[in-house]
């Protein structure tokens, strides 16, 4: 099981990596974390809410006035119909806590193995509360919006009854990823993966591509779209290169408050992305009609540097960044075509060169001549 799941995580992190997403503090995995389970139940048990049945310990959503607090649902939802009702449950609603099995672990209540949304809410207070001064409640608490019921429900129901505190102080659920207009789906045959992307696009472009939509909504992903994030995400690259070797000045607090005010408003990164927009605009206007401002591209260096840091594209190398997809052996090839062609310039045999201008284009290369 161990080597399975080791795959997977290795999987996902690399994934994540070339998504610039940043590495978590804590990667707790609830097989290493039984004892804070445990002792979680047992304080759930010794407040009175939770029960022993002849198949596990449930939780006693009864007990809990602010059940659905977090959801909005009620009593009436489909999804607590859809529950089977096993026989000693007090309550449709109730969840287990420890389910019996003797092929598992063994703990006070007898051999078994944790419930889902235990292992969640306990692996938070373990790793993330101030057990000491006995303050609870995280910042924010995300994930998908299947999850808001009943798992992330039933997390804020154990916390509010084991602690008497709130579990986090936002809640943010994200959509769902559609392909085409349609839900992903094996039957559909129109599943994919972020390593399928990588293998078209840098990954800083399905980063961008991903953050063009509110993480609320739900993402209708198609190539199409991808291709235009990548040429909007090209634009931020060639004003770095433009202002590559220019030491970073100060940033433009004007931008940096846009940026800023932008992902307050409930993360609206794609209203950011569109103060980049502007933002590339405007210093590409600005350099053209005064290529030799010094000050003001040492302000488009810190800028740059602020859309880095805050919404994490634009961190690559420009050289790499233009470069993705190209083997090193293509590299070779073409820096051969280079030097071919600057050795026939200097011969002056310019009919030699334009025909190896021509051949990298059909590459997809252009080349553009400068004085020097």
Aim: aromatic share 10%.
């Amino acid at each position: 099981l161990e080597e399975i799941t080791n795959k997977y995580i290795a999987h996902y992190e690399s994934d994540m990596g070339a998504l610039n997403v940043l590495d978590p503090d804590f990667k707790p995995k609830a097989t290493q974390c039984l004892e804070a389970i445990i002792s979680y139940i047992k304080v759930l048990m010794d407040r009175g809410v939770a029960y022993k049945t002849c198949d596990g310990i449930y939780f006693d959503t009864s007990k809990d006035s602010g059940y659905f607090s977090i959801s909005g649902k009620d009593n009436n939802t489909d999804l607590i119909a859809r529950v089977a009702c096993f026989c000693e449950k007090r309550d449709e609603k109730d969840f287990v806590l420890w389910k019996f099995d003797e092929k598992w672990d063994e703990s006070p209540f007898g051999k078994g193995r944790p419930g889902w949304h235990t292992e969640c809410v306990a692996m938070i207070r373990e790793f993330l509360s101030d057990k000491e001064n006995d303050k609870f409640e995280i910042d924010i608490h995300a994930g998908g919006i299947d999850l808001l019921f009943p798992h992330h429900e039933n997390e804020a129901s154990q916390c509010r009854c084991a602690y008497h505190k709130n579990l986090s102080k936002y809640w943010m659920h994200n959509g769902f990823i559609k392909v085409n207009n349609e839900k992903m789906s094996k039957s559909l045959n129109n599943s994919f993966f972020v390593k399928d992307a990588l293998k078209k696009v840098h990954g800083e472009v399905l980063r961008y591509y991903l953050i063009t939509s509110h993480y609320r909504a739900h993402f209708n992903y198609s190539d199409e779209d991808l291709v235009a994030s990548k040429k909007r995400l090209d634009k931020i690259y060639r004003l770095k290169k433009r202002v590559d070797g220019v030491l970073a000045g100060m940033a433009n607090e004007s931008f940096k408050n846009e940026l800023l005010e932008a992902l307050s408003d409930d993360l609206n990164a794609s209203k950011a992305l569109a103060s980049v927009d502007e933002f590339v605009k405007t210093a590409n206007e600005r350099l053209d009609n005064n290529p030799k401002d010094k000050a003001y591209k040492a302000e488009v260096v810190a800028n740059l540097g602020l859309i880095s840091e805050i919404l994490g594209i634009a961190i690559t190398n420009y050289v790499e960044y233009f470069q993705f997809g190209v083997s090193d052996e293509q590299k070779e090839h073409i820096q051969k075509l280079l030097d071919e062609r600057a050795v026939a310039k200097k011969e002056r045999n310019f009919a030699r060169a334009d025909e190896i201008r021509d051949e990298l284009a059909k590459m997809n290369i252009s080349i553009m001549d400068t004085p020097n």
